[in-house]
């Protein structure tokens, strides 16, 4: 079983800068993980995806450029670096994790409880 916690959510101005943070325990070697975000009233979306090395990585249009995704596999974390915030990238940011191919296939089998951003213009 794979337990997925968010942190660094938070309220922050327009143009600001959040980093988001999954501490991931229980067997998640050679995982893929992934970013996903929901606003309210919203499906949830795909923000960010990164293989297990780390050298591939994914984005979604609307966040490539200002958002980086990256790990540490000794810490067991992955991190989501967002810059140039917009109001429109408010929503409840969620972790996931799942074997390799979950990469290609977008299938996750764990998600997080999700850690809250709010952009305000």
């Known amino acids: 079983q794979v337990q997925l916690v968010e942190s660094g959510g938070g309220l922050v101005q327009a143009g600001g800068s959040l980093r988001l943070s999954c501490a991931a325990s229980g067997r998640t070697f050679n995982y893929a993980m992934g970013w996903f975000r929901q606003a309210a009233g919203k499906e949830r979306e795909f923000v960010a995806r990164?293989?297990?090395?780390?050298?591939?990585?994914r984005y979604a249009d609307y966040v490539k450029g200002r958002f980086t995704i990256s790990r540490d596999n000794a810490k067991n974390t992955v991190y989501l670096q967002m810059n140039s915030l917009k109001p429109e990238d408010t929503a409840v940011y969620y972790c996931?994790?799942?074997?390799?191919?979950?990469?290609?296939?977008?299938?996750?089998?764990?998600w997080g409880q999700g850690t809250q951003v709010t952009v305000s213009s």
């Open positions: 996931a994790a799942g074997p390799p191919e979950s990469f290609y296939s977008a299938r996750w089998d764990y």
């Open positions: 990164i293989n297990w090395s780390g050298e591939s990585t």
